[in-house]
């Protein structure tokens, strides 16, 4: 099994910055595959970007290209997730999740693993 705890949101101003850190325990890290995600309410969950396990491929959604960068430190067992320019709209509860996958293979779905959530809000 594998535990996933996020961490690092909170209350920002429009325009701000967060950094959201995800620690993995419970298996290898670097054998996982990684991504985040967020969800408002009444919404689907969406895929905003994910990271490979070697870190050699990523993927941006349209509303996190630009802006959000995701990044993981298989020593530290610890993906990120770091926003700028931050907009009321970015206002979710922001997850991160994990599966097994391959080496350079990106995970667009089918995640195993998740974590409670951390909640970002923006204020205009």
């Known amino acids: 099994q594998v535990q996933l705890v996020e961490s690092g949101g909170g209350l920002v101003q429009a325009g701000d910055s967060l950094r959201l850190s995800c620690a993995a325990s419970?298996?290898?890290?670097?054998?996982?595959?990684m991504g985040w995600f967020r969800q408002t309410p009444g919404k689907e969950r969406e895929l905003l970007a994910a990271?490979?396990?070697?870190?050699?491929?990523?993927y941006y959604a349209g509303s996190a290209k630009g802006r959000f960068t995701i990044s993981r430190d298989n020593a530290q067992n610890t993906v990120y997730l770091q926003m700028i320019s931050l907009k009321p709209e970015d206002t979710a509860v922001y997850y991160c999740?994990?599966?097994?996958?391959?080496?350079?293979?990106?995970?667009?779905?089918?995640?195993?693993?998740w974590g409670r959530g951390t909640q970002v809000t923006v204020s205009s």
């Open positions: 999740a994990a599966r097994d996958s391959g080496w350079d293979s990106i995970a667009f779905g089918g995640y195993d693993y």
């Open positions: 419970g298996r290898t890290f670097s054998s996982l595959a």
């Open positions: 990271i490979s396990r070697g870190s050699l491929r990523t």
